[in-house]
Structure formats: C-alpha cells, structure tokens
C-alpha cells in the first residue's frame, strides 16, 4: 500500500472510532453511570449514617475498601509496565495496547484513590494526610508506610497523567484536522500548537524516554509501598519480606488481565480488528502466563516460609486460609490464577481472543479475591483468640465497591469517544519501518 | 509559503531524508532548514547534526532537587516538632528515602514536562489557534530570509556607489559651516 495511503487510513480509521458511538456504547455507558450512582449514594449514606453501616469492626478493621484500593493499584500497575517498560525494551507490540493502557492507569489511580477517602469515614479531615504547616503544630509522620503511601499514589497519578497526555499530543494535533466545531477547538487546545518540527519531536522523544525511565522504577516501588501497609505490621501473614515482589507481580498480572477484558470488547465495537491483531494478544497473553507463574511461585514461597518458620501464628493463619471460614474464596483464588492461566501454554488458547477474554475474567476475580484473603484472614485470626472474629461485607461496602467499577469503567466508555485509543504517530512510524 | 521561503513535500521518508541530505550537501546551513514529520524522524538528526536535547539537564536538576528538597523537609518536620514514635530515631534515613525517592520522580517528571514545553515553545497560541501541521507528509522549508538580506544589501550598496559617482550627495552629508 502507498505509505501516505496508510497514514491516511490509519488516522481515519482511529480517529474514525472517536465519532458517533452505537447503541451498545450507550447501554455500556448507562450501566456503568447507573452503578456508579450506586456507589455514590452508597457513599453519601455512609458519611450521614457513619461507618457504623459497614461491616469493618474490630478485629477485620480493613475490610473490602482497602481490598479495592489494592486491587486497584494493582489494576493501574500494568499501564505503565506495557507502555513504560515495553518502550524502554522497544517491545513493538506495545502500539497495540500502549494508550488503552495508559488510560486505564489513570482511571485505576483515581478509582483507587477514593477508597482511602471512603474507608476514612470523617473524609473532611482527608487534608490532615499532607504535610502542612498547621495550628497543632505537628507535622505527619514520615516513618509511618501511611504517609509513604499518599507519596506513592500521588506521584503514580501525576507521573501516569504526565505520560499519558505527553503521548497523546501529536495524535491531538492530528485529530484536531478531522474534527469540526467543539471538539476541534479542544483538540486545539490540548495539542498546545503541535507543529511536528523536528525540534519539538527531538525533545519529545526525550521527554518520553525520561518519563518511561521514571514511570518504570514507580511500578517497582508504589506497589511494594503499597505492600508496606501489610508487611510493616507484625500481624502473622502480613510480615514478610516476600510482600513487595509478590504484590508488584500480581499487580502486573492482574494489570495485564483488566488489558484484555477492555481491549477485546473495544476492539470490535470500534472495529480496530487490523491494529489490534491475534499476534498482538499472543504476545500479551505470554506477558499474563509469565506473571502468573510469578504470582504461583509467590503463594509456593508463602507457604514454605510460614512452615519452615515455625512461628505457631504464621501457621495458624496459613492453615486458616486454606480450611477456615473464607477456605472456599481462597480454592477459587488458587484456581483463577494459578490453574487457569497454565492453560496458556498451548499456543492455540494463547490466540484464541474470546478464550483470552474469559480467562481475563477470571483473573480479575482472583486477583481480587487475594486481596481480599490476604488483608481479611491475616485480621480475623490474630494473636489472641479472644480476639478473633470474622469479616462480611455490608451492602453499603458492595455498592461501593460495584460503584467503583461504574466509576472506572464510565471513565473508560468516555475516553474511548473522547480520545485517540491507538498512537497514531506510533503506528505510522511502524508502518514505515515494513 | 511567503517569498522568503521554499516548500519541499513528499510522501515517503526516503524521499524526504535523500532531499534533506542534498540541501545540506548544497551548503544550506541547518537554521535555516524547518522540517515538519508526521513521527520522529531519527536520520534528520544527523543530517542536519542537531545535537543532543538540554531536556536532559533539566530533568537532572530537577530529580536531585526533588530528591534533596524532600530530604530537607523530612528533616526540618521531625526537628521542628521532635517526636519521638516507634522508639525509632528522629532522622530515621531508611524510612525517608521512600519519599524522597518517590519526589525525587515526582519533581523530576514534573520539572522534566515543563522544560519541554520551555524547549519548544509551547503551548503556542498564534498555532493553538491557526494551527500548521504537515499531515501525514514529510516537508521541508528553507528559509530565503538571509539570502535576500544578502542580496539587498549587495544592491544597495551598488546604488550608493553609482550615487557617489554622480555626485548625489546624501542630505545627512556635512556641508561646511554647518553642524549637525
């Protein structure tokens, strides 16, 4: 094909999938605007009632909102593996899911982002997390993984925002040619006056090579700070050195999962079906199935270290785990991303998208309920048994939380029409190269 | 296109870079070649020597400054109130090196973007609002302005001369017994 040809149609054909959306798009939106309505009114109920309405008590005081904070970090940690680690790699595949990718960071960090705030109950005291001068004279405390963790997150969702829209500008500026009347002169605005000069790309190819050298040791360090929230405490289960690898490989697995559940469904309805190849997901797929092995390998090491350790609580908490009250969530934990995802090694499931899609399902399920598992049987069997307990989330915590999925996903729908999904110069660029 | 200018438009960048290299070969110097690409265009670099980005600096200074920035701060809270916690010592260095790392990527990122937008120039508002983009194609402008400088000059200077030789003085000229 002539190569001005390609360009043509490539532009038109993503940009192209920014226009009018079809039916489904608007069922898609409804639900996911009427589930994070939900969540809202859930939320507001809350803070009039009190936490009293939610089931977190003494002794499981982290109940599903700090579940759903981790899951979501976890969810935002492969957007910046596949576009930040991938481009520093020049893993080309990466063109194919890069920016659907990146968006999903973004989301994920704000969605996450919310659950301290809602799990804080009094969130008009949320501003005491930051270091400010006050009238009390104190200031935070540094040594606290708390703190660490507003630092992380904050400095995850500025450099992920950061790098999302740096990427997108010269598909900004492409877009502003195709558009007509408020949506052009938003294009017009968000590409900043984007020439293209060799100038400005030559300090935009460096600018990105920075900020995917920043963003990639970010991935390392905010999940394992995450981590610390657990394993700084001596709670048996919790106080393990294993922590930060652990929950940095199941972020990316359960990251590279929530990849393919968008991408499949939007690769159809927006008809990307040539960007967007079997090839693409083959590559993506090994990306899951090595993580998986990971995320195995880690629940292996978890094991041995607690009964090679002979300290009776770690045990307990194990055995717990695995035949106590929450045994049947933790079986269909090992099956989702232990067992599943060995399917993979067959090459033929590996290129087969509708199965990809369904075991990405799956994955999404377990890598939630080992959050669950982990932060609910490490609490409600302690020490002490006078103080154990168990944990069952409210209906207020489960419309949170299924509000939180609208939340992410209406977001999603809506960058999907707003914004280019593909990197249009990235594509061109590549197509040059055949 | 204005006068001062020449427009080469192709569709491929094997044409656009062949057309670059022969300008240059032609004695063109590279200020005064302006290219526009639908990507980044690697070999253009070296065609036209531009040398490497200064964004690298700006990003240096602004991670250590973040980094030690951070560090200070941490420091300056726990002596401004001490308190101790955990029994673990006021400056408690392993402690505060995760948020120091985590503002020394911070302030990097941060600093790094808007000495971008320092280095070209942008946001641009004469082009937010008439925008000037190449499309899918490659092009190149030579700029004439310096050339045509060069010959005006040439031209004026050739008047002047024919001007002194038949004795049209200039008004400015001193006259004798007259100041200026």
Not at chain 1, 177 to 191: D, E, P, V
């Given at each position: 094909?002539?190569?001005?040809?390609?360009?043509?149609?490539?532009?038109?054909d993503v940009l192209g999938a920014m226009r009018k959306p079809k039916p489904v798009y608007w069922i898609a939106l409804g639900f996911s605007v009427l589930a994070f309505v939900c969540g809202l009114g859930a939320w507001g109920y809350q803070i009039f009632k009190g936490m009293g309405v939610a089931g977190i008590t003494h002794p499981v005081g982290w109940g599903v909102y700090i579940t759903n904070f981790v899951f979501w970090v976890g969810i935002a940690h492969s957007g910046t593996l596949i576009s930040a680690v991938?481009?520093?790699?020049?893993?080309?595949?990466?063109?194919?899911?890069?920016?659907?990718?990146?968006?999903?960071?973004?989301?994920?960090?704000?969605?996450?982002?919310?659950?301290?705030?809602?799990?804080l109950g009094r969130v008009w005291k949320a501003y005491y997390l930051f270091p400010y001068p006050n009238q009390r004279l104190l200031w935070v405390n540094f040594q606290s993984p708390l703190i660490w963790d507003v630092f992380a997150i904050s400095t995850y969702f500025t450099i992920s925002l950061i790098f999302f829209?740096?990427?997108?500008v010269p598909d900004l500026a492409a877009a502003?040619?195709?558009?007509?009347?408020?949506?052009?002169?938003?294009?017009?605005?968000?590409?900043?006056g984007w020439e293209g000069t060799l100038d400005q790309w030559r300090h935009y190819n460096r600018l990105y090579v920075f900020l995917a050298a920043f963003a990639t040791p970010l991935v390392?360090?905010?999940?394992?700070?995450?981590?610390?929230?657990?394993?700084?405490?001596?709670?048996?289960?919790?106080?393990?050195t294993l922590f930060a690898p652990y929950f940095v490989a199941g972020a990316i697995f359960s990251g590279t999962g929530m990849v393919i559940s968008l991408t499949v469904p939007m690769r159809k309805i927006l008809k990307l079906e040539t960007y967007i190849t079997v090839d693409h997901y083959e590559k993506i797929a090994k990306v899951l199935l090595v993580t998986a092995l990971i995320v195995s390998y880690s629940?292996?090491?978890?094991?041995?270290?607690?009964?090679?350790?002979?300290?009776?609580?770690?045990?307990?908490?194990?055995?717990?785990?695995?035949?106590?009250?929450?045994?049947?969530?933790?079986?269909?934990?090992?099956?989702?991303?232990?067992?599943?995802?060995?399917?993979?090694?067959?090459?033929?499931?590996?290129?087969?998208?509708?199965?990809?899609?369904?075991?990405?399902?799956?994955?999404?399920?377990?890598?939630?309920?080992?959050?669950?598992?982990?932060?609910?049987?490490?609490?409600?069997?302690?020490?002490?048994?006078?103080?154990?307990?168990?944990?069952?989330?409210?209906?207020?915590?489960?419309?949170i939380t299924i509000g939180s999925f609208g939340m992410f996903f209406m977001f999603f729908l809506i960058f999907t029409k707003m914004l280019p999904v593909l990197s249009i110069s990235e594509i061109k660029e590549q197509g040059e190269g055949k | 296109m204005t006068a001062n200018e020449r427009r080469f438009e192709y569709d491929s960048k094997e044409e656009f870079l062949e057309k670059l290299a022969a300008l240059v070969k032609e004695g063109v110097k590279p200020g005064a070649i302006t290219t526009f690409t639908p990507f980044h265009v690697h070999e253009a670099e070296h065609i036209l020597k531009s040398g490497p980005s200064a964004l690298r600096y700006i990003t240096l200074a602004g991670a250590l400054a973040g980094f030690f920035l951070s560090f200070a701060f941490i420091i300056?809270?726990?002596?401004?109130?001490?308190?101790?916690?955990?029994?673990?010592?006021?400056?408690?260095?392993?402690?505060?090196?995760?948020?120091?790392?985590?503002?020394?990527?911070?302030?990097?990122?941060?600093?790094?973007?808007?000495g971008f937008l320092h280095l070209v120039r942008l946001p641009n508002i004469e082009r937010i609002v008439d925008p000037r983009e190449c499309g899918s194609r490659f092009i190149i402008i030579e700029e004439l302005a310096a050339d045509e400088r060069g010959e005006k000059q040439k031209r004026r200077r050739e008047e002047e001369k024919k001007r002194s030789k038949n004795n049209i003085n200039s008004p400015w000229e001193k006259t004798p017994g007259v100041g200026r």
């Open positions: 094909m002539n190569l001005k040809l390609f360009y043509d149609h490539v532009e038109q991938l481009y520093l790699f020049r893993a080309r595949f990466r063109s194919a899911f890069n920016r659907t990718a990146e968006a999903m960071t973004v989301i994920a960090v704000m969605t996450a982002g919310l659950f301290p705030f809602i799990h829209y740096v990427g997108m502003r040619r195709h558009f007509t009347g408020f949506r052009q002169r938003l294009y017009k605005i968000l590409s900043l390392v360090s905010v999940h394992s700070v995450v981590s610390w929230d657990f394993a700084m405490s001596i709670a048996p289960g919790w106080h393990s629940y292996i090491v978890e094991l041995c270290l607690a009964l090679y350790s002979g300290n009776l609580f770690e045990i307990s908490v194990f055995k717990y785990r695995m035949g106590g009250h929450y045994r049947f969530l933790y079986w269909v934990m090992i099956f989702c991303n232990v067992f599943m995802p060995l399917t993979l090694f067959i090459k033929k499931l590996r290129r087969n998208i509708k199965y990809l899609f369904v075991l990405s399902l799956f994955v999404n399920i377990g890598m939630w309920l080992e959050r669950f598992i982990i932060i609910v049987t490490s609490l409600a069997k302690e020490y002490d048994p006078y103080s154990w307990g168990t944990y069952t989330p409210r209906l207020v915590e489960i419309a | 300056f809270t726990v002596l401004d109130w001490p308190l101790i916690t955990g029994g673990k010592p006021l400056i408690s260095i392993p402690a505060f090196i995760i948020v120091a790392f985590e503002c020394t990527i911070l302030i990097g990122g941060i600093i790094s973007f808007l």
